[in-house]
């Protein structure tokens, strides 16, 4: 599995050809705060619902989740390999990690 470093996504979203992202945590998690763009897919959901999220088996995805600790992103990376999805990275460090560095975040609460 691939791992991409926090300054390495900036850089893809900033870029204006972003990854897709995958929060891969309960949907409450997600709707508190998640990465911009990001789509909200736990780790458990990945086998049924990674082909309506994620057609394109060749685009890019990044999987993240809360922190390093956390183990969600690895599992669902390691899944979506296992569905056939050639460029998978994690963001192992998380969303945590994103947030201390002041990164945006976006929120569906209102």
């Known amino acids: ?3 991409i470093t926090r300054d390495e ?3 893809k979203l900033e870029a204006g050809l972003p990854p897709t992202l995958i929060e891969a945590l309960p949907e409450k998690y997600w709707q508190t705060a ?3 763009g990001a789509l909200q897919m736990d780790y458990t959901e990945v086998k049924e619902r990674a082909h309506k999220l994620l057609p394109d ?3 890019q995805v990044v999987v ?3 922190s390093r600790e ?3 992103s690895s599992k669902a990376a390691r899944t979506l390999e296992s569905l056939g999805y050639k460029e998978v990275y994690e963001y192992e460090e998380g969303k945590e990690h994103w947030i201390q560095a002041g990164l945006p975040i976006e929120s569906e609460e209102g």
């Open 64 to 66: 993240y989740c809360a």
């Open 34 to 36: 998640h990465l911009p």
């Open 1 to 3: 599995m691939r791992r």
């Open 57 to 59: 088996k060749d685009a």
């Open 9 to 11: 996504l900036k850089e």
């Open 70 to 72: 956390c183990q969600n």
